[in-house]
Structures are given as C-alpha cells and as structure tokens.
C-alpha cells in the first residue's frame, strides 16, 4: 500500500517531486472531502399555500389599517372621550381629583400602547404566516382559529352595515368585510388536498 502522496518518488530524492494531487490521496485513503457543505433548498409550496400567504399578508394590513383608523379617529375625539370618562366616574363616585386633562392624558397613553400592541401583534401574525408557509402544522392551525373568528365578526358586520350611519362607519364595516373574504380564502387554500400533503410531509421530515 502506498502511503505516499502521488508525484512522490522515494527512490529519487534528488529530483523535485511533481505537485501533489493531494485530493486523490485523501479520496484513495477514506479521508473526508474537505469543502463548504451545501445547505439543503427549501421545498416549494404549492400553490394554494403560497396564495394563501398573500391573502394572509392582505388580511393583516386591512386589520392594521382598521385599527390605526380607529385609534386616529379615537385621538381626535379624545377630549369627548374624557369627558365621558369622568362622567362614568363621577356616576360611580370615584372620580376623586382627576381633572379633563389628566384624563385627556391618560386617553393619549392608552391610545399609544395600542398602536405598539397593534404593531407587535402585527409582527407575529406575520410570523406565523411566515412559518406556515414553511409547512407548519400548529401555525396552519393557530391561522384557522384566527381566520375563522374573523370570519365570524365579518357576518356580524354584514348586519351592521345596514344601519351604519356616517361614512367612516361604513368603510370599516366594509373594510372588515373584505377582511373577512380574505380570511375564508385563505383557511380554504390552505386546506385543500395538495396543501394537506405539504403539510403532512413537512411534518415527517
């Protein structure tokens, strides 16, 4: 056996040996390939998961738009709003000193935490969106719940929209509509035959 590199000749040492093919000789003695190794490639979804992807991605941005309209509208009615505030209190007798102001203030930091509880819900609905995309089985699920509670709040919406009065009434009522659409759709798309058989072969690997 030789143990020798090939180009090397040990019966001529004063002769430069020839450059090593060092990579046959690893290969001919059972050593590991060196090298960067491959990364696998995602599997393709098909495509009732990937449209369903983007209804969802529709589905979050009408959510964000409604609840950043409502804080808005919310925001320009505050001092309204506090003192309608101080009236419940006031009926309640625990009012105590609390001033227009100071409730005015107490509105404006409840609207903000929840413009940044909107904005971090939106995060992870996008998330799970995004992992569902990836084949997961629990995100399917948790996006079915959501979709379907929303679909429920879309037929109430339906009777509403009849005796909506005011025009911003209305589009939010439509807005949740479409809301709705999207989210049957989606719950649709991602349980169909083919993205059944994505999901279950996601799961065995």
Do not use: C
Not at 158 to 176: H, P, Q
Not at 182 to 196: F, K, P, Q, T, V
């Amino acid at each position: 056996m030789n143990d020798f590199p090939p180009g090397h000749n040990p019966d001529k040492p004063n002769n430069p040996p020839s450059q090593p093919d060092w990579q046959r000789w690893e290969l001919e003695h059972g050593f590991p390939q060196s090298g960067p190794e491959l990364e696998p490639t995602a599997r393709p979804a098909p495509v009732d998961v990937e449209t369903a992807r983007h209804l969802w991605w529709g589905v979050a941005l009408i959510g964000a738009v409604s609840a950043l309209f409502s804080v808005w509208t919310l925001f320009g009615a505050r001092t309204e709003f506090a003192q309608s505030l101080l009236d419940e209190l006031a009926a309640q007798d625990a009012a105590a000193d609390m001033t227009v102001e100071s409730a005015q203030s107490m509105v404006t930091v409840m609207l903000v935490v929840t413009v940044f509880v909107v904005i971090g819900f939106g995060a992870l609905f996008l998330f799970w969106v995004k992992r569902m995309r990836a084949g997961k089985m629990w995100a399917r699920m948790l996006l079915t719940i959501i979709g379907s509670f929303t679909v429920f709040t879309t037929i109430l919406d339906l009777f509403a929209i009849a005796s909506s009065a005011g025009a911003a009434n209305i589009v939010m009522n439509v807005l949740g509509i479409g809301q709705g659409v999207l989210a049957a759709g989606a719950i649709y798309l991602m349980h169909r035959r083919e993205s059944n058989e994505y999901f279950v072969e996601s799961r065995k690997r």
